[in-house]
């Protein structure tokens, strides 16, 4: 590597952020003269496009590091599913399962309202699967594709979630704001996220680091978001953001504490611990 070249690695993070955030700026201002949509999850339509700046953020970062072969290589891990194993396959399913399943729990044994009927029909979910996985991959080619190697290279995994987890959240108070949500869901729904990014991050450093991991993973969260009971008066994922986020912060925490913040990777974290007995036992004789 020439030395011109490390002072850009180096800050490469930073910048990443910074043009994720300009090439943003056009959408958010387009999106204060349209009205709600009827998108999934009330989403704005301008946050369409803007779900793909973080991939092309990481092409332009990718590139000017590392020109085409960059890029190349880049996209490529969107299909690095032969590095996922069964067991791994079953965490990715079964994790939004368990996180909505919670919710449910949660929300049923405190007497919150919960609607009886589902209001998105089975014949949609492929087209939501379709659609959720295009925007995943989108935020995750940027996310988890590029920068988060760039920060494990300097932090530990807790604090590279929390680096990704604090500017991604920003990203989306703009789409929250237009949505309406009060000051309680922001609070908790920032907490949430930045857990969630926490778990991101566990899911790809105990998956040999596959980007595909995290791109299912996100897809199945919010296609999970869009079919749970709700109706036009009620979204109990929405109207009682302390159970919602509450549950992802619980999970998080309980995923540092079981794998080790520093790599939240079980192997490293077990490798680490039989060092140090080691070490204990041989000063013993």
Not at 95 to 113: D, Q, R, V
Not at 146 to 168: D, H, M, R
Not at 175 to 186: D, E, K, T, V
Request: charged share 10%; proline share 5%; hydrophobic share 50%.
């Amino acid at each position: 590597m020439t030395a011109n070249k490390e002072p850009q690695i180096r800050n490469s993070a930073l910048r990443f952020f910074v043009l994720v955030y300009f090439l943003s700026a056009p959408f958010w201002l387009f999106q204060l003269f349209i009205d709600k949509t009827n998108l999934p999850l009330n989403i704005p339509i301008t946050d369409i496009g803007a779900a793909f700046t973080p991939l092309i953020a990481a092409c332009i970062m990718s590139y000017k590091e590392n020109g085409k072969t960059g890029v190349r290589n880049l996209l490529l891990r969107i299909f690095d599913f032969k590095k996922l194993r069964l067991k791994w396959w079953l965490v990715i399913v079964l994790l939004p399962l368990l996180i909505f399943s919670s919710i449910y729990f949660f929300l049923k044994t405190n007497s919150y309202p919960i609607p009886d009927k589902w209001t998105v029909s089975f014949y949609s979910i492929p087209l939501l699967l379709l659609f959720f996985y295009l925007g995943a991959i989108g935020e995750e080619v940027g996310y988890m594709g590029y920068v988060v190697e760039k920060l494990q290279n300097k932090f530990s995994a807790f604090w590279t979630s929390i680096i990704i987890g604090v500017p991604w959240i920003i990203w989306h108070y703009p789409s929250i704001f237009q949505q309406g949500r009060n000051l309680n869901f922001i609070f908790w729904g920032t907490l949430g996220t930045i857990a969630f990014r926490t778990i991101y991050v566990w899911l790809y450093n105990n998956t040999n680091k596959s980007l595909s991991a995290c791109i299912f993973l996100h897809c199945l969260y919010n296609t999970g978001r869009v079919i749970f009971p709700s109706d036009q008066h009620n979204n109990p994922l929405v109207n009682f953001p302390n159970i919602h986020y509450g549950v992802l912060v619980l999970i998080a925490v309980t995923i540092t504490l079981l794998w080790g913040h520093k790599t939240l990777d079980l192997l490293h974290w077990d490798k680490y611990n039989v060092y140090i007995s080691l070490n204990v036992y041989s000063s013993q004789y």
